[in-house]
């Protein structure tokens, strides 16, 4: 063969070679594709894992992932509607709903990042501030649900309710409401963006140093004074059971001792019955039966008795039986 004609063959492979290797790009899993022209987007966006075909050297690949994405934010301090300034730091999740806008406005991931910063500051600054404290910090009414039943129980009523509900401000919508707010008007604000917000938590409340300790020790106040209250309940609970207990003691022994009198009533009436039947059947023999158990009485060892020979006492000396 002529060795022109394989130089050119080889040329031909070579660059052959490198204008299918430029034209042509693998899609991956859990990725999303945009083609661009001199930086501007070309076609349509590509979602399906797969190879594809662009124009070698004049276009280019972007490559956006599909998967949620997060965002930590930055702590900010926040007052609050009862004017009282918290450090509230929030974390979110995202995802890239549409490629060709996201190219257009933010271009990338860095950029994504600035413009969540940007408008979940803002949106979570104005949302804590139009709320109470209270609202960030708790989810449930629980502590005074329990007050509610243990007024209930207790007949306290108006002490309970000033020394426990009074203590403890109620919530109307709570930590992970304002949480879903947050996440709802972020992405009304983002979807311009092709930006979707998953959802949106406060990831941490705390107050300034200078006066948190204040804080603490208000908290554990408040809390010692309901803990107080409810073992106070409790021991008035206690001896309320303690004195129905007694009472019930009470009512056991009395009824025991009755039907125990009425035994031994019976008893003594049976015993008296039959002394009588003994002594209508034999008086005589039940007459030298009491005078012996007299005579045994009577005389012990060393005593001395003097009595009239003729004396009734001394007849069974007499007569004998």
Known sequence: MNPKISLMMIFCSFVGGGVFYTSTFLLPEGKQAIITQFGRPVGSPLAQSGLYFKLPWIQKVCYLDKRI?????????????????????????????????????????????????????????????????????????????????LKAQQREKEIIEEEITGEIEKITKGREMLSSMIAKLADQELRSFGISIIDVQLRRIEYESSVEQKVYERMISERKKIAEKIRSIGKGEQARIQGRMSRDLQKIESEAYRKAQEYKGKAEAEVASIYKKALVQGSKFYEFIRTLEAYEKSFQEGSQVILSTDSDFFKLFHSGM
């Open 69 to 149: 994405l997060s965002w930590d934010g930055h702590p900010n301090q926040i007052p609050t509607k009862d004017k009282k300034y918290i450090i509230v730091d929030t974390t979110a999740r995202w995802r890239i709903i549409d490629a060709l806008k996201f190219i257009q406005t933010v271009q990338n991931e860095r950029g994504a990042q600035a413009r969540l910063g940007g408008i979940l500051d803002a949106i979570t600054r104005d949302t804590i501030s139009n709320h109470n404290l209270v609202e960030a910090v708790r989810n449930t009414n629980d502590i005074l649900e329990l007050s509610e039943k």
